[in-house]
């Protein structure tokens, strides 16, 4: 079983900076897609950013410029720096791994418990 913990959440004030991780586990050799998706109260669940294991990245439109996705294969980690974050980015942060390759075959749509970012005003 695929595990995913994220880190780096906490409360911000607008204009500021946070770096979110997430640490993929569980005898994993490769992984597809990784990303990142926020939910906010009375809202859907949103895709942020992604990243595909060659390197591509996509973003959604309220983030891009703003917020950068990079990972680490090596390590099986993804980060989101997220730089002049604003009150509407407040929300609880979900890294997801679409696909992944393990000893005992692959493990679809892998979800992390979430980590919370508060941005006040």
């Known amino acids: 079983q695929v595990t995913l913990v994220e880190s780096g959440g906490g409360l911000v004030q607008a204009g500021g900076s946070l770096r979110l991780s997430c640490a993929a586990s569980g005898r994993i050799s490769s992984i597809n897609t990784m990303g990142w998706y926020r939910q906010a109260p009375g809202k859907q669940r949103e895709l942020v950013a992604a990243?595909?294991?060659?390197?591509?990245?996509n973003y959604a439109d309220s983030v891009k410029g703003r917020f950068t996705i990079s990972r680490d294969n090596a390590k099986n980690m993804v980060y989101l720096q997220m730089n002049s974050l604003k009150p509407e980015d407040t929300a609880l942060y979900y890294c997801n791994v679409d696909r992944a390759r393990t000893t005992r075959g692959f493990e679809l749509d892998n979800w992390g418990q979430g980590t919370q970012v508060t941005v006040s005003s």
């Open positions: 990243i595909t294991n060659r390197g591509s990245t």
